[in-house]
């Protein structure tokens, strides 16, 4: 979805190095959602967002954190990055008032931590 | 483009047959359903949802069940075509717009 859009689209780091995902959206979305996806366990929620002050861990977010600077970016950030960190990385957005819980998702970040 | 479908279960399915991909959720309380469609290289799509007050609901070649009874959820897409070869996922709402997604089913149409 060209209106939720991912940065960089594919990545290849070392590890112990921080690396900066960044998401946008021109939804106007006020909610938005970092998501990773490993080959076979589907999508899991790493951090939450509501709005621009509110920040919320998800099933899995030891070893990340999260930033959201506007309502319109929310980026997400491997302190020191591992291997096990290795994975497809997925922002989402949706709308308080809109369908519920529908949400729309980038298009992806290929992570690989060596 | 990455391969999301890699340890997923497969359905393989002939040009122009009627697909069923199925799926179990978890939580009794959830009230509402969604089904993705992931292709490769791209991030999820929506493709149609359900209320837990409902059983059936129909989109264009699409129709999705809901069996709350034994927590099944299932999508039905008629005449399958070549560009329907995905992962196709279904999440379940646990509450304040936060989604739990399946672990996904790779479609693959046979021309």
């Known amino acids: 979805d060209a209106d939720v859009t991912q940065t960089p689209r594919n990545r290849i780091t070392k590890t112990g190095k921080r690396i900066m995902l960044e998401c946008s959206q021109t939804k106007g979305h006020d909610r938005m959602y970092w998501y990773r996806q490993d080959p076979g366990l589907g999508l899991r929620l790493i951090y939450y967002?509501?709005?621009?002050?509110?920040?919320n861990k998800g099933e899995i977010s030891d070893g990340y954190s999260v930033s959201r600077q506007a309502q319109a970016k929310f980026s997400l950030s491997l302190e020191s990055a591992i291997p096990n960190q290795t994975a497809l990385y997925f922002c989402?957005?949706?709308?308080?008032?809109?369908?519920?819980?529908?949400?729309?998702f980038g298009p992806g970040t290929r992570l690989t931590v060596l | 483009g990455e391969s999301v479908g890699l340890h997923l279960p497969t359905l393989s399915v002939q040009e122009g047959d009627n697909s069923i991909i199925n799926c179990a959720y978890s939580?009794?309380?959830?009230?509402?359903f969604i089904w993705y469609k992931q292709e490769s290289g791209k991030g999820p799509q929506f493709i149609i949802d359900i209320r837990s007050n409902m059983d059936k609901r129909q989109g264009q070649r699409v129709t999705v069940l809901l069996n709350k009874t034994v927590k099944h959820l299932s999508l039905q897409i008629a005449a399958t075509q070549p560009g329907d070869s995905a992962v196709y996922f279904c999440?379940?709402?646990?509450?304040?717009?936060?989604?739990?997604f399946g672990k996904g089913n790779q479609v693959v149409v046979i021309p």
């Open positions: 939580n009794s309380a959830s009230d509402y």
């Open positions: 967002s509501f709005d621009v002050k509110d920040i």
């Open positions: 989402a957005t949706s709308a308080h008032s809109g369908r519920i819980d529908e949400q729309f």
């Open positions: 999440a379940e709402s646990y509450g304040n717009n936060r989604l739990a």
